[in-house]
T-cell receptor, first 115, second 111 residues
C-alpha cells in the first residue's frame, strides 16, 4: 500500500514565523502535491512537483514556497505565517498508472493554526 | 477553469438504503475522475478511479459511473451502513498532474 506521511498532525505557530510542513511518500512516486482545505472552499492546490527540484504553482501559491530535494520528500514553506493561513494542509502523491491515469494518494493532513 | 459541483451538499438516510451521490464538471476533457472519502479531521481515502475511456468502476458496495459527454459522474452506495457516514469528494483530472475537487457531499447514515 502507498503510504504518505506528514510530519505533524497539529501545529500552532505565531504570526510572522517561518513554518515548514514536511511530507514523505514511500512508493517512488514522481508527482507530489500540497493542498489546503477550508470550510466552504473545498480543497485548493497550492503547489505541485513532477520531479526532483521541479515545481509548478497551483491555484493559490501566494505566501507559500516549496522544496523538493529528494524524490520521496516534498516540503511546504510558509515564509511568514499569517492568520489567514490557518487551515488543514494535505499532501498527496501520484505516479502514472494504467493507461496513463494518475491516482492520487493522500496523507493524514496537518491542521495548522496561526495565532 | 474546470468547475466541479457536488449535489446534494448533505444527505441523511436510514441504514440499509441505497443512495446516489452526484458530481458534475464543466469541461469534458479529463484524464480521469476519482472519488474519495474523508472522515472528520482526517485525510482523503481513494475509493474509485475511473479512466476517461471507462463508463463505470465497482468496488464492493460502491459503483461509480462516468458520462464524459454530459459532464457527470455518480457514486452509488448499496445497502448503506452507519460506517459509511463521511464526506464524499469527487475530483477530476483536467491535466496529467493536478485534480480539481468538488466541495463534497456530507453523508450521515442513521441506525
Amino acid at each position: 500500500d502507498v503510504k504518505v506521511t506528514q510530519s505533524s498532525r497539529y501545529l500552532v505557530k505565531r504570526t510572522g514565523e517561518k513554518v515548514f510542513l514536511e511530507c514523505v511518500q514511500d512508493m517512488d512516486h514522481e508527482n507530489m502535491f500540497w493542498y489546503r482545505q477550508d470550510p466552504g472552499l473545498g480543497l485548493r492546490l497550492i503547489y505541485f512537483s513532477y520531479d526532483v527540484k521541479m515545481k509548478e504553482k497551483g491555484d493559490i501559491p501566494e505566501g507559500y514556497s516549496v522544496s523538493r530535494e529528494k524524490k520521496e520528500r516534498f516540503s511546504l514553506i510558509l515564509e511568514s505565517a499569517s492568520t489567514n493561513q490557518t487551515s488543514m494542509y494535505l499532501c498527496a502523491s501520484s505516479a502514472v498508472g494504467v493507461q496513463g491515469t494518475y491516482e492520487q494518494y493522500f496523507g493524514p493532513g496537518t491542521r495548522l493554526t496561526v495565532t | 477553469k474546470q468547475e466541479v459541483t457536488q449535489i446534494p451538499a448533505a444527505l441523511s438516510v436510514p441504514e440499509g438504503e441505497n443512495l446516489v451521490l452526484n458530481c458534475s464538471f464543466t469541461d469534458s476533457a479529463i484524464y480521469n475522475l476519482q472519488w474519495f472519502r474523508q472522515d472528520p479531521g482526517k485525510g482523503l481515502t481513494s475509493l474509485l478511479l475511473i479512466q476517461s475511456s471507462q463508463r463505470e468502476q465497482t468496488s464492493g458496495r460502491l459503483n461509480a459511473s462516468l458520462d464524459k459527454s454530459s459532464g457527470r459522474s455518480t457514486l452509488y452506495i448499496a445497502a448503506s451502513q452507519p460506517g459509511d457516514s463521511a464526506t464524499y469528494l469527487c475530483a477530476v483530472a483536467p491535466r496529467r498532474y493536478a485534480l480539481n475537487f468538488g466541495k463534497g457531499t456530507s453523508l450521515l447514515v442513521t441506525p
